[in-house]
Each structure stands twice: as structure tokens, then as C-alpha cells.
């Protein structure tokens, strides 16, 4: 199975400054036939079923506001918030579609500081 | 607008089993995977497995082989997960998930169901 690792577990930031999450898979999900990257971001508030934000590592789903960004390649990617906002609030997580069993990565609080 | 909409939260004992169903609307409910996603309180997620509502053919996960059905009824645009010979670390919200086209990912979520595993 690909394991998908987070870092941090907690990020505290403040409003309207930045925030960037990491996530390291234990094997690439870079598909080389057509240069895709298996590996989607979701959010979760409370409460709520997780909301997808990005797939193909890059692209932003319809109606996700362009604060949301990702980024990286093979194993290591990143999702940045640009300048936070409180409805952000929420646990993110990273998934990789390369592979059956699809894993996720463990989860980051983000928190207003 | 795409809706996947679960049945009601459940209570069962160790060993017993459970089927969760997930009605579909606003799509052709053919078209698209169904995947089943688990979330124990507080924890991460936890992919289960895949189904074609088309041909019906599915991909468990190997750690649910032998113990969960993913299956559906087409004239009624629902899919249904069965899980059996339940313990208590199966205790879990299970969610429906689609695949979308363009993203080959889950792009809409049920509301989630909650089973609960206790004697």
C-alpha cells in the first residue's frame, strides 16, 4: 500500500496570512503514460464529509476559491493557502488514486493563531 | 444538483451485520464508480472499496475482503455496502463517494452514516 504522509499534524496561522501543507507519498503517483499525478486534496469541517479542492496534485475543483493551490510532483506535494480565512477552519487531507487501496494521508488541523 | 443520500444511523452487536444503502439523484447514476470511505470518531480516512454501477463489478479493499458487499439496484439509482461480523473497531461513519469524470477521484460525498458496534 502507498503511505501518505502529512506534515505538520497542527497549523496554527494567522488571518489572511499563509498556510502550507505538506504530503509525501512512499512511492511516486506520477503516472508516466500521461504525466498525471494521482494525489487530490480534500477539506473537512466538522460535522461535514470532506470536500474535494484539488486533484491531478494542480487543478482546483469548479467553484474552490483561487486562495486554494497545489503543488509537486512524484512523491512530495503542497497545498497552500494564500491568505486564510476563517470559513478555512478545517482538517485537510491528501489522497493518492494511483493504486488500489486508495490511502489518505493522516490529516492537518488547520487553526486560527 | 448531484445528491448522494444515506440511510439512517445504526446500532448493532459484535458479529452481527450491516447494510448501508446511498441513493443517488441529479446524475446518471450508471455512469459513475461508487467508492465507500470510513471515518472511525476523530481519525482519518479509511477506503474500503469500488463499484461499477453499470456492470456491478467491484474492488474491496484487501483488509474488508471476506467481509464487505458492495452492491446496487439500478431501477432505484442505489448503491448498498454490507459489512459483516462486526466488532467494535468498526464503529465508523460510512460515507458513498462518486468518482468524477474529469477528476478520476471522489468528487461528491454522502452525508455520511453512522454504525455503531456495541454489546
Known sequence: ????????????????ERATINCKSSQSVLYSANNKNYLAW??????????LLIYWATTRESG??????????????????????????AVYYCQQYYNTPWTFGQGTKVEIK | QVQLVQSGAEVKKPGASVKVSCKASGYTFSGHDINWVRQATGQGLEWMGWMNPNSGHTGYAQK?????????????????????????EDTAVYYCARIGYGSSTIDRWGQGTLVTVSS
Not at chain 1, 500500500?1 to 489572511?16: F, H, K, N
Not at chain 1, 476559491?65 to 470559513?87: H, M, N, V
Open chain 1, 64 to 89: 474552490v476559491p483561487d486562495r486554494f493551490s497545489g503543488s509537486g510532483s512524484g512523491t512530495d506535494f503542497t497545498l497552500t493557502i494564500t491568505s486564510l480565512q476563517a470559513e478555512d477552519v
Open chain 1, 1 to 16: 500500500d502507498i503511505v501518505m504522509t502529512q506534515s505538520p499534524d497542527s497549523l496554527p496561522v494567522s488571518l489572511g
Open chain 1, 42 to 51: 480534500y477539506q473537512q469541517k466538522p460535522g461535514q464529509p470532506p470536500n
Open chain 2, 64 to 88: 474488508f475482503q471476506g467481509r464487505v458487499t458492495m452492491t446496487r439496484n439500478t431501477s432505484i439509482n442505489t448503491a448498498y455496502l454490507e459489512l459483516s461480523s462486526l466488532r467494535s
